[in-house]
């Protein structure tokens, strides 16, 4: 049998709050002391000692849907603890995780965690998966990487172009092996669709057009009482103070069913997001660039409009509209009106690629018509002809399984699909169609140095203030 103890659970929490947690996860009475790795096992590829043992950071919704299912099939790896803010939903963890271990005869008691730097802090852990709200992203990244753990962390990489900034810097310094949760590199469609691109199969390349959903304006702005088994002042993290509502967090309820209802109110909300350009915008951004061959740059010059919601708690932009410029003289259109999907156009031809009528999680939208079709083009033969010798071929994910990709990765030592800068790069593309969304002007980009030119209002919105002690500008670099 595993242990993997802890050896404390949630020293930030109140005592009432704290005793709660003890309580939800069924540890009030588990051993204090440092964490040990007992094999059952001492011989053989199914040691304890020869799997990667992760950390999840992040219990939620896209936690449970993606990352914890991908990563507990990988035979290499080994979930050996969690972490959330939410005790309630880090208890639903551990019962997931040794459930799934049980059921394949592999015994493991599972560490768990309020406080992600506390388990850090252990040479056990080998690498985290950080499945946390988008502005707690950035932190526990670089955090990771400081403490020499190899790091997979859900998409968009960071809030702000600085953050996006020090989390490549720091994750390659560190030299640690990264994957951000942009799973459509991974899957076939999208690979080949940009490896066709890139080969010239529709002729020079002048327009990319990307088509993501909105979201709805509401939300509640009624303050409630923060439950108990909620460390609420360390969910806001580097954010504002704000009163709790449960439609700025995140449901609550007696039942698992109640817990995962709904898709989250912080997803709504500015302080926490900025909305369906970084939600859905970084995927398809991602491979917009990667079809481009920009995946190191950015536009030279951005402009949008959106409309912004004039009352209630959640407040991220609606209907938009965004173009960019490429030195490459590429022009990318970025518009709630188009199919959600990636279209390349060029001189002889056009591919649309999608991900058809897969999901990741039940919310997610899924095109209809003609538009479901994964991978369509404007000529049969450019579907149907196979790449040469001389084409180009992109990182092709062992069995299309983007976990995988990222567990080969710390095996080998060599990228995965998504490297932090690439993952910045693809941030921070919609990140300033954010910014000429709240300003409703062009603006000129200049991507080697990371700033707008002539135009202080612009550059002042690549940084947020940060609530200390949270926030990458709080953290110890050296």
């Known amino acids: 049998?595993?242990?993997?103890?802890?050896?404390?659970?949630?020293?930030?929490?109140?005592?009432?709050?704290?005793?709660?947690?003890?309580?939800?996860?069924?540890?009030?009475?588990?051993?204090?002391?440092?964490?040990?790795?007992?094999?059952?096992?001492?011989?053989?590829?199914?040691?304890?000692?020869?799997?990667?043992?992760?950390?999840?950071?992040?219990?939620?919704?896209?936690?449970?849907?993606?990352?914890?299912?991908?990563?507990?099939?990988?035979?290499?790896?080994?979930?050996?603890?969690?972490?959330?803010?939410?005790?309630?939903r880090l208890g639903?963890?551990?019962?997931?995780?040794?459930?799934?271990?049980?059921?394949?005869?592999?015994?493991?008691?599972?560490?768990?965690?309020?406080?992600?730097?506390?388990?850090?802090?252990?040479?056990?852990?080998?690498?985290?998966?950080?499945?946390?709200?988008?502005?707690?992203h950035a932190e526990p990244v670089i955090a990771a990487a400081m403490a020499g753990k190899d790091i997979y962390v859900q998409k968009?990489?960071?809030?702000?172009?600085?953050?996006?900034?020090?989390v490549s810097d720091v994750v390659r310094a560190r030299k640690r092996m990264f994957q951000i949760g942009s799973q459509q590199r991974s899957t076939a469609q999208f690979r080949i669709a940009c490896e066709w691109v890139r080969s010239g199969r529709i002729g020079k390349l002048h327009t990319v057009k990307i088509g993501l959903p909105t979201d709805p304006s509401?939300?509640?702005?009624?303050?409630?009482?923060?439950?108990?088994?909620?460390?609420?002042a360390m969910w806001l993290g580097c954010t504002p103070l704000a009163p709790y509502t449960m439609d700025r967090v995140h449901s609550q309820g007696p039942t698992l069913k109640d817990?995962?209802?709904d898709r989250p109110g912080w997803l709504r909300i500015e302080d926490y997001t900025l909305g369906m350009i970084t939600g859905w915008g970084s995927h398809h951004v991602d491979i917009a660039h990667w079809g481009m061959d920009t995946e190191h740059t950015g536009p030279i010059s951005i402009e949008g409009t959106a409309e912004f919601p004039k009352s209630g708690l959640w407040n991220v932009h609606?209907?938009?509209?965004?173009?960019?410029?490429?030195?490459?003289?590429?022009?990318?259109?970025?518009?709630?009106?188009?199919?959600?999907?990636?279209?390349?156009?060029?001189?002889?031809?056009?591919?649309f690629v999608t991900r058809g009528a897969v999901r990741v999680t039940a919310s997610d939208p899924v095109p209809k018509g003609a538009a479901a079709k994964a991978l369509q083009a404007s000529h049969?033969?450019?579907?149907?002809?196979?790449?040469?010798?001389?084409?180009v071929r992109l990182h092709e994910s062992p069995n299309g399984d983007h976990h995988l990709d990222w567990i080969?990765?710390?095996?080998?030592?060599?990228?995965?699909?998504?490297?932090?800068?690439?993952?910045?790069?693809?941030?921070?593309?919609?990140?300033?169609?954010?910014?000429?969304?709240?300003?409703?002007?062009?603006?000129?980009?200049?991507?080697?140095?990371?700033?707008?030119?002539?135009?202080?209002?612009?550059?002042?919105?690549?940084?947020?203030?940060?609530?200390?002690?949270?926030?990458?500008?709080h953290m110890k670099k050296d």
């Open 156 to 166: 968009p990489l960071s809030m702000t172009l600085a953050e996006g900034r020090q």
């Open 408 to 473: 080969t990765s710390i095996q080998t030592r060599q990228p995965a699909v998504t490297t932090p800068e690439v993952a910045h790069r693809s941030t921070s593309a919609c990140i300033l169609g954010w910014v000429a969304m709240k300003l409703g002007r062009k603006l000129t980009w200049n991507p080697e140095k990371e700033e707008f030119i002539g135009d202080d209002t612009a550059n002042a919105m690549r940084s947020r203030p940060e609530r200390a002690p949270y926030g990458v500008s």
């Open 1 to 88: 049998m595993i242990h993997f103890q802890p050896h404390s659970q949630m020293n930030t929490l109140p005592v009432s709050t704290r005793r709660d947690f003890l309580r939800v996860t069924g540890l009030a009475g588990a051993a204090i002391g440092f964490p040990t790795v007992i094999p059952a096992r001492v011989l053989g590829a199914d040691a304890p000692s020869k799997k990667i043992h992760i950390l999840q950071i992040g219990c939620g919704r896209i936690g449970r849907d993606m990352d914890m299912p991908g990563i507990l099939k990988q035979n290499a790896a080994r979930m050996v603890a969690c972490c959330d803010v939410d005790a309630l």
């Open 380 to 391: 049969p033969d450019i579907l149907s002809t196979p790449l040469g010798e001389k084409d």
């Open 92 to 136: 639903d963890a551990k019962e997931m995780i040794e459930g799934h271990y049980r059921k394949n005869k592999i015994d493991l008691a599972v560490a768990t965690y309020g406080d992600y730097r506390e388990a850090l802090q252990h040479s056990d852990i080998d690498a985290v998966a950080v499945s946390t709200p988008d502005f707690w």
């Open 218 to 232: 509401g939300g509640s702005t009624e303050e409630i009482p923060v439950p108990s088994h909620l460390n609420y």
């Open 318 to 351: 609606g209907p938009y509209h965004i173009e960019a410029k490429y030195a490459n003289g590429v022009t990318l259109v970025i518009d709630h009106k188009l199919p959600n999907g990636v279209r390349f156009e060029g001189s002889d031809g056009w591919i």
């Open 259 to 261: 817990r995962f209802k």
